[in-house]
């Protein structure tokens, strides 16, 4: 009978191996996101940095520079107009005026003054100084809750090391995620917080089907090497990794074309993170547990926490 | 694990079917639904605004603003008790009066004033009940005399939080009778946090009137013009106690009128203000009503003051300055000032709807057109629908016809997520699409996690019944533990979210627990069934 598999039965790779060369370049496309962080920045949406977003729809195709010459005369400060999915539609950002509330206000009504009649406003938002903040606190405050939370189930289900590999793989997908949107300079808003939550959750619970399957080697495989016995946790859960990326793709894929612009950049990052998310479970979480070492007599009942490779 | 009692049969077939029973209401309009039979439920999800266009404000009550406006009314009271005639032992003489440091103070001039003074200005204080049952009671002033006959009068904290609160309170009542005059359905005014209104309209086609008409205190007064200078001479040399400089922005550029700043009549005497046009000029005007004592005030004053003009006060803007020609005695009178139909009928709203107590802040606004709302869950529904049958045919390739009861179960599972929504009320926004194709997404892990567990006890060797056994009992842990991570990073986003980010944590989170319960036991039960009735010697999956 015809069975699609993409990943062969009894795969034997030897992920464990390559565990230097991943960490090589993880720790250089870390170091690289963060420096990229720093230099180039991130293209902070105005959730974040406050202003004012019009996305209008023209008749016809929309004349992308001369709208651009005439919201500049209007003396906003940084204006930035670009066409949005199609050609008659267009997305005009303007920056934040003053730090007092109700600046940014008067931005929306000049420019509906000066597109005048004949221009769809299909989408306003205006984002004043003090919400942006909060909103870059709340942001901010979630995804360092979520790590948090994360720390203490794994290490309440495993061990600490356990916990710890699990989280340093975590940071690794999360600051990836930065680095990209700060290499394209994509548009990074609130929704991109919530893909990066959304990654945090599917990065964990592929790292722990790997640790439940480690887990569960360590009991059965006493006298097993470390390494021999990651990778074959690796490699029998392999399939069920591959099969359940793939369907998170298929789906996501699906909305990243479909789904419209407003929330392709949503739908990217999310894409990225299952990537980076089911790359990390494979080649950082679990060899990072040579590293922190494992107990391997699980014969006693009570759990220590001290480590005995 | 293979063992189903019937009762237990009979429950997941139920709550199955429930969901299907749930998720009827969403494929009707609210038409159809009334003419259905009254079985089938009525809740339909709740769409949000970024999918059915509306707007969204995020207001700020300007808390400070009330405050101010207590020192200056408690100024003037301080004055007038000290000034009174009336008062026991004759008026008392004082200095310096003014406000500093959210402060009144005063200085009686004479030492022999000081008690008697203390003693009037402590009447200014009344006592508010701190508490919602009245227990504790507490004065709203603090009234202390110190060195050299200087009296404070500082409003204690209680007060200042009561007064904040009922400033709050009674804007979103405003807020509200201005929003239904706009005639929307189901708007919603909520309070968030200590001074913050959120106010959600769907179905808006002009938000920039919906702002014109929260962006008004709609402050009215009625009050006598200064004539003993002009505007010009005050401006030059100085402002006459008790009168002050406003602009009559009729004109342009904006004129400089001089104003009494005590109130004849104010906006909280009008019963009623329409819209209409001037009999003569059949320019726009607004026509208004005042109560019986208000309406017996403005008799009295215009009686007295025949041939003088006054001033309608709207915002600290002089709207217009007729002259009286009559005593006004009905209590019926007419605004008129450059107004357009449009606008004369947004100020007879405003003033039928009353005046806010503080200036609103615009913090933050999110207005999406009708347009982009239908064209995202256009794309939302054809996004779902591809991700779903891509992932249903991957599975069914996959897996055979395990994986076909997978794909019933996902089946059932998008019904149970939609109905879950439906009863809770929840509402649907474009990044909760999202969430619900992540979750088709996701879904299917728990299955592949326990076929692909099944396969490998083949592998080793066990009997078809003993595979399925161990492939259900281990991976349940795993099942759990995957998903109660994710479920972390929901709850976290629920709690932290707004708006459509929420909405995406919301069909994240029910969509995991559904997805468990349909993978881990509708699944099952299909699969036992098949068992049951097959009895296979060998199991192919």
Known sequence: MFRLKLVPENTAFRFVALRYVAYAVSMLMVVASMGLFLTNGLNFGIDFRGGTMIEIGTEGPADIGGLRNRLSLLNLGDVQVQEFGAPNEVLIRVEQQAETEGSDQSVVELIRAELGEGVEYRRVEVVGPKVSSELIEAGTLAVVIAVILMLVYIWFRFEWQFSVGAVLALLHDVLLTIGIFSIFQLEFNLSIIAAILTIVGYSMNDTVVVYDRVRENLRKYKKLNLDELLDRSINETLSRTAMTSITTLLALLALYIFGGEVIRGFTFAMMWGVFIGTYSSIFIAAPLLMILGVKRDWSVAAPSSTPSV | ?541
């Not at chain 2, 996004?383 to 019933?408: E, P």
């Open chain 2, 1 to 541: 694990m293979l063992r189903f009692e019937p009762w237990k049969i009979t429950l997941i077939v139920l709550l199955s079917l429930a969901g299907l029973i749930y998720t009827i209401p969403n494929f009707f309009s609210e038409e159809q639904l009334t003419d259905l039979p009254d079985w089938v439920p009525q809740r339909q999800i709740v769409l949000g605004l970024d999918l059915q266009g509306g707007s969204y404000l995020l207001l700020e009550v300007d808390t400070n603003a009330v405050q101010t406006e207590r020192l200056e009314n408690l100024r003037a009271d301080v004055r007038a008790t000290l000034r009174n005639r009336d008062l026991e032992g004759g008026p008392i003489g004082y200095t310096g009066l003014g406000i500093s440091q959210g402060e009144v103070v005063v200085r009686i001039r004479k030492p022999e004033d000081e008690t008697r003074g203390l003693e009037a200005l402590r009447g200014l204080s009344t006592q508010i009940s701190t508490n919602l049952f009245g227990g504790g009671a507490e004065q709203d002033l603090d009234v202390t005399l110190g060195e050299g006959g200087k009296i404070t009068l500082a409003p204690t904290e209680a007060s200042r939080t009561t007064r904040a609160r009922s400033a709050v309170s009674q804007s979103i009542e405003i807020v509200r009778r201005r929003i239904d005059e706009l005639g929307t359905t189901e708007p919603s005014i909520q309070r968030q946090g200590d001074k913050r209104i959120v106010v959600e309209v769907p179905g808006l086609d002009d938000p920039e009137r919906l702002k014109a008409l929260l962006g008004k205190t709609a402050k009215l007064s009625f009050r006598l013009v200064d004539q003993t200078m002009t505007a010009q001479q005050a401006l030059a040399t100085r402002v006459p106690q008790g009168a002050e400089i406003l602009y009559m922005t009729e004109f342009e550029p904006p004129q400089p009128i001089l104003v009494r700043k005590r109130v004849m009549v104010s906006g909280e005497s009008l019963t009623d203000a329409q819209p209409g046009f001037d009999q003569q000029t059949n320019e726009p005007i607004i026509t208004f009503q005042f109560d019986t004592s208000g309406a017996r005030k403005f008799g009295e004053v215009t009686a007295a003051n025949v041939g003088r003009p006054f001033a309608i006060v709207l915002d600290n803007e002089v709207i217009s300055a007729p002259n009286i020609r009559e005593p006004i005695l009905g209590g019926r009178g007419q605004i008129s000032g450059g107004y357009t139909v449009q606008t004369a009928n947004d100020l007879a709203v405003l003033l039928r709807a009353g005046a806010l107590p503080a200036p609103l802040n615009i913090l933050e606004e999110r207005t999406v057109g009708p347009g982009l709302g239908a064209d995202s869950v256009e794309a939302g529904r054809i996004a779902a629908i591809i991700g779903f049958a891509a992932v249903i045919i991957y599975i069914a390739l996959s897996y055979g016809l395990f994986g076909v009861f997978a794909n019933v179960a996902l089946i059932v599972n998008v019904f149970l997520i939609a109905a879950t929504l439906s009863i809770l009320g929840a509402t649907l926004t474009l990044p909760g699409i999202a969430g619900i194709v992540l979750t088709i997404g996701m879904a299917v892990d728990a299955n592949v996690l326990i076929f692909e567990r099944i396969r490998e006890e083949i592998r080793n060797g066990k009997t078809p019944i003993n595979a399925i056994q161990i492939g259900y009992d281990k991976a349940l842990t795993t099942i759990l533990d995957a998903n109660i991570t994710t479920f972390i990073a929901a709850a976290i986003l629920f709690q932290l979210g707004s708006g459509p980010v929420r909405g995406f944590s919301v069909t994240l989170g029910v969509g995991i627990i559904t997805s468990v319960f349909t993978a881990f036991v509708v699944t099952r039960l299909m699969v036992a069934l098949w068992f049951r009735a097959r009895r296979p010697k060998e199991l192919i999956l």
